[in-house]
């Protein structure tokens, strides 16, 4: 399971990476006022670099929730952290292609893939719960 867990905490930080394009791209940022700072920038890679960082705060709830309830009922680990790997690396490509750009149609996708990881651990979660089978039989 640490390896699901350790994807928490790479889940945790990735809007802050975010942020930190967001701020670099732009002309000198001003810790005072962050969100004035970011309503006067030009740079479109400012704007996309911020939506990402929110972007990436609004998947990790359902995400962390769904990796600690698959973790509690009793999920077999490999199908945790399979799942918690693909979660990652969709929202670090999703980050990429939002920020770089790029293709909508590309940005859904990777979206879509991060979402469905994180809706399948609550599934599987409420499966396991539910299941009379032994945690060692499964």
């Known amino acids: ?23 670099q791209s732009g002309e000198r940022y001003d810790n005072r006022d962050p969100r ?5 920038q030009t740079e479109p890679k400012v704007h996309r670099a911020n939506a ?6 609004e998947a990790f709830a359902p995400f962390a929730a769904g990796a600690v ?5 009793g999920v077999p680990e490999t199908h945790v952290a399979g799942l918690a790997v693909i979660f990652v690396i969709s929202r670090v ?5 939002y920020t770089l750009g790029m293709k909508h149609s590309i940005r859904s996708l990777v979206w879509f893939l991060g979402f469905a ?10 499966l396991h719960v539910g299941d009379p089978t032994p945690a060692a039989a499964r």
């Not at 004035?36 to 006067?40: E, K, T, Y």
């Not at 990402?52 to 705060?57: E, G, I, K, P, R």
């Open 36 to 40: 004035g700072w970011i309503a006067r």
């Open 69 to 73: 309830m698959a973790h509690l009922a």
């Open 117 to 126: 990881c994180a809706m399948a651990l609550i599934v599987l979660a409420a």
């Open 93 to 97: 490509l999703h980050g990429v292609v």
């Open 1 to 23: 399971m640490a390896l699901a867990y350790w994807c928490v905490l790479a889940a945790a930080l990735l809007p802050y990476v975010w942020t930190t394009v967001a701020k």
């Open 52 to 57: 990402a960082q929110m972007n990436a705060f």
